[in-house]
């Protein structure tokens, strides 16, 4: 039984909470519905202890949105040139954020991944 204690805790100090990993800068990196590779910078900001505020900056347009955790997926919602859209992207251990996500009427799935900095 001590064995089983000792190797719980040793687990437990290696496990970062989920949202220190979120928090802060990222670089991003996708791929448009059509096909387009873009890049740039985005900031993650908490609002309350589920809820995130988000700014990408990518071809210089800044687009914002508001997020929800659930489980290992961040939520958003956003604008972006007067359209809305809204993305899913998977928590990772390492801190990355993989996604899918949609705007607009066309509804074509592009995705991207933000990159902790």
Request: hydrophobic share 40%; aromatic share 6%.
């Amino acid at each position: 039984m001590p064995r089983l204690a000792l190797g719980l805790l040793a687990a437990s100090l290696c496990i970062q909470p989920v949202a220190a990993q979120r928090s802060g800068f990222y670089a991003v990196e996708g791929r448009a519905a059509d096909g387009t590779i873009y890049m740039g910078a985005a900031t993650l900001t908490p609002t309350g202890p589920q809820t995130w505020r988000i700014t990408w900056r990518v071809s210089g347009n800044t687009s914002v949105g508001v997020g929800l955790t659930v489980g290992k997926l961040l939520v958003i919602g956003y604008i972006s040139d007067r359209e809305t859209g809204v993305a899913a992207y998977e928590v990772r251990p390492d801190g990355r954020l993989v996604g899918r996500w949609t705007q607009g009427a066309e509804g074509g799935v592009g995705t991207e991944t933000l990159i902790p900095r």
